[in-house]
């Protein structure tokens, strides 16, 4: 199998995102989004000149744009509420929890620009708590796609399902994975690469990075097990079950190591399975930086993981 | 009088553009657009109004400036380091790795930054605590928060307005930045803020309305003593104000310039 790092081209996940609208958009007229003065940020350019009024920009106020949607939900809309994922679970949270997951109205909740992808504006701008937020909204359902073709199954399972969805979407161009016979399962892990020594269990963009980590330390004699864990809510206990067999456990997530996927993974085994766990992410706040200083400086590269997965593989050891 | 502060305000508000343009160019990251109708209105406050002491820039008696349209990031630093906050080779490092100035301003960071801002509808209700605890110590000390336009589409902003009106604080100044585009689009497009003046007047603020680019107008009403109410000054701005292909240009508010843009903007920046 070729590897999707060295031979796909990159693609920006908000390009199937928005694809992916304008398809469902034709054939649904129930669904509209709202947005917070992003339409450009969101791509809904051409959304919002093919469907003028089923584009509802309520300008800087994401606690209304999150109420709102909440309220064309009521309304029988099925409204995509799409704005930098830092102000759309931040500045809304209680309106998440309350409005939408509470309530349990039929919104989908469509963070852009999530994790570090405005890296030099800081960590206002960074959204990186959002997973430790929202995971315990237990009946949202949290959605990190790991690349252009997992993000267009998403919205578009999103869009069929009847509750409220979370998907976290970047702007960091991403290259396809490559997996023969690919199969969208929410709540599901996706077997990136086979292995039994150690298990590395990321989301989003750090996926493709996991995948090069164990094309690395097969190079020195270790099978490293990858998951694409997309769906941090629910948790697929079952994967994370079979990940402890391998005695040693590494979490990659772009975001937080406390709450995020990390976290998640570290209280499921803390409590039912015992097994190191090395988590790969960012400490707290972050000093200012581009995007490539901050990734390499917390490990996030295929190097930094392979060297996390040595480390949980070394506590296993002992 | 016989010292006119306004050449001095006008040769830093044009140094200020320069300086802050070339921050931008040189980190290809920004918000140019919202620097540049900011730019007469802070330095008239930090070369007119203000009263601080850059070498105790925590002295408690200070006048507070709160930047709440913390994406004008480059228009804040350039006039901290003229107002002699920081040296001014620190501009030279904006949004690079480990900089003390980040694309936000972050007080832990700079001298000078009262509070860090970035995420619009912050600056006011941190304004106002300010206030409140100038009042209940009886402090003189004045309060002046800027915003954005489209930033008052924030809710949070009214909360604290009806506060400061609530408890007359009568030592707080709000100044919108009326440039009357936001991030994509016109403010009276995207979701009506007019007739602001009114809309202060009900939450019981004293309201100015004043041309932003006009020193001389800004110094006037700024530096007015405090009167029994909040005030709030709605400085009439051109987003991008002095660079012709970007005054008015929503695509300016994060666009970067290119190196003939750069060179074309030095010229008419003089
Ligand atoms: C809570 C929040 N939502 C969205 C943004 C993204 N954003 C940054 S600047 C901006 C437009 C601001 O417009 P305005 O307040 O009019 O500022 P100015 O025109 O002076 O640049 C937006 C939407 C943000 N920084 N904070
Ligand atoms: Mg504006």
Redesign the interface.
Known sequence: MAHAVETAGLYDCRDAWVKTMMALAEVDDRIVTVVN?????SKLGAFQARFPDRTI????????MVGVGAGLANGGRIPFVSAAS??LT??ALEQVKADVAYADFNVKLIGQSSGIA?A???P??HSIEDFAWLRPLTNLTVICPADAWETAEAVTWAAAHEGPVYIRLSRMPVPLLDIPNRVFRPGKAETVREGQDVAILACGTTVHLAAAAADLLKAVGIAARVLNFSTINPLDEAAIDAAAETGAIVTVEEAGIRGGLGGAVAEYTASNRPVPVERVGFPGFL????LE?LFKEHGLTAEGIAAAARRSMMRAAR | MTNDPIPNIKAKALWMRRRSFQMVYE?Q?GHPGGDFSATDILATLYFGVLNFDPAQPNWPERDRFIMSK?HASGSLYTVLSAAGYFPEDWLSTY??????????P?RN?LPGVET??????HGMPVAVGIAIAGQITGATYRTFVLTGD??L???SNWEAASVAGHRKLNHLTLIVDRNRL????G?EE??TLDPLDDRFRAFGFEVFMVDGHDHAALLAVLSAPPGEKPRAVIANTTKGKGVSFMEHQAKWHHGVPNAAQFAQAMEELV
């Open positions: 003065d992003s339409i450009g940020s920009n309520v300008g800087i106020a994401e606690q209304c830092c102000f931040g500045r405005y030099e504006l800081g206002t701008h000093p200012t930086g581009s200083y | 980190a990251l913390g949004m690079g790795n480990k900089s003390r100035l980040n694309g936000h972050n960071y860090n801002t970035g995420p619009l509808g489209g930033e589409q924030e809710g936001q991030q994509g689009a403010t995207t979701n």
